[in-house]
């Protein structure tokens, strides 16, 4: 709030002001990538992405079906053909032993999505793309902060997106960031989120005056939004730390329940360092999940689950294409449960949730 009120003294509470560059700062930093570009939403840096690589009608990029809409639709828009492929059963990601197998002439890129801010297993996937000469775009909204193999989620693909919605790790409300990792698409990503014109270049005075250059539109957010996330960013170690501790909490408190199998936990590889963004469970099979969240809301416990697979939307079933029968994706959203999280989670609550949980699956 603070800084709310020094952008409004700043006399510039439209975008790209001074808190607009400590954030892209930060994220570059924090990252490695070549430029970070704040955006409206991870969705408008989605956007972006597919406009940068010129997406065009006909083209097939490569998604999961367990993922949120905008994954797809970015691309959708361009008119391309999002081709949904299985995810593994472990980190619930895109399953990169099935990419191979979906590429046709058409496919100009992978889109990987970090559940739950657990990597994708980026090396193999970045082989891929090489091979077949495909861009990655990596969906990384729910990845700040994450790694894989030490290297910060958002920055190992040729673009990638976070998400900085109220239900994320950090957040300013509505709003995101691309991360642009190739210097050559540096420029264009600049001109294409100011309106197609070069406005970022005149301020810098590397011109005398901006024109239109380019397809584009306006996907750069306002300083208030900006001030908003620079606090939430100076505290960015701090939040991520406190929700890995809740995530523990939870994955030491349910590993009796594992053991008894009626419940899995997440499963983390070793090459995947994770930012706690999300504590979930998959029930077993043979559980009913609506009876227990049912339970678990008439005990004052809001969990929910998601993703409806794309695959089987109506969307997904009108614009895309399923590659194979996405069984695992089919199956295992069947059976997911999002545990309350939230930073301030106390761990008598914790505590409560597992009860309560306990009680229900061994009805
Ligand atoms: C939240 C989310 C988005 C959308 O982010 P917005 O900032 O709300 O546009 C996209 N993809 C995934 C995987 C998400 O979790």
Redesign the pocket.
Known sequence: MVYAAEAQRNHHLSGDGAFTKRCHQWIEERTGCARALLTH????A?DMAALLLDIKSGDEVIVPSY??V??ANAFVLRGAVPVFVDIREDTLNLDEKLIEDAITTRTRAIVP?H?AGVSCEMDSMMAIAGRHDLKVVE?A??GIMAGYKNRALGAIGDLGSF???E??NIISG???SLLVRDAELVQRAEIMREKGTDRGRFFRGEVDKYTWQDVGSSFLPNEITAAFLWAQLEEAQQITSERMAIWRRYHQMLEPLERQGLLRRPIVPADCQHNGHMYYVLLAPEIDRQQVLNGLKQNGIGAVFHYVPLHSSPGGRRYGRAHGELALTTSLSQRLVRLPMWFGLSESQQARVCEVLTALLKK
């Open positions: 939403s991870c969705t408008s989605l993922t949120f905008s994954t999505v559940y969906d909204a729910q998400s900085f919605h239900t994320k509505e709003g995101g």
